[in-house]
Nanobody
Framework: QVQLVESGGGVVQAGGSLRLSCAAS????????MGWFRQAPGKEREFVAR????????SYADSLKGRFTMSRDNAKSTVYLQMNSLKPEDTAVYYC??????????????WGQGTQVTVSS
């Protein structure tokens, strides 16, 4: 079992920055893929970023490359999402996710409760 708790959301003006954190607890955190997703009102949840257990391979949604950066600190069992140059269309609930490589994309992923990010114009 893995428990995930996000924090760091809030209201920011367009062009601003926020850093989200996701604290994980449970076994074998360092062997899991960790990632971020987001869901805007009236839209489906979409992929934001994913990092391998070592942090050496990180992938991003094409539309977010260059603005969002994911990092992880296995010693603290925490992953981060640094979001820069925020736009109103980045407004969404951001979710932290964790899964083994084989479970990624299946119903066997673990999810946090989500944190609201609102970008005002």
């Amino acid at each position: 079992q893995v428990q995930l708790v996000e924090s760091g959301g809030g209201v920011v003006q367009a062009g601003g920055s926020l850093r989200l954190s996701c604290a994980a607890s449970g076994r074998a955190f360092s062997t899991y893929y960790m990632g971020w997703f987001r869901q805007a009102p009236g839209k489906e949840r979409e992929f934001v970023a994913r990092s391998s257990w070592s942090g050496g391979r990180t992938s991003y949604a094409d539309s977010l490359k260059g603005r969002f950066t994911m990092s992880r600190d296995n010693a603290k069992s925490t992953v981060y999402l640094q979001m820069n140059s925020l736009k109103p269309e980045d407004t969404a609930v951001y979710y932290c996710a964790a899964a083994t490589n084989t479970a990624w994309g299946t119903e066997n992923m673990y999810w946090g409760q989500g944190t609201q990010v609102t970008v005002s114009s």
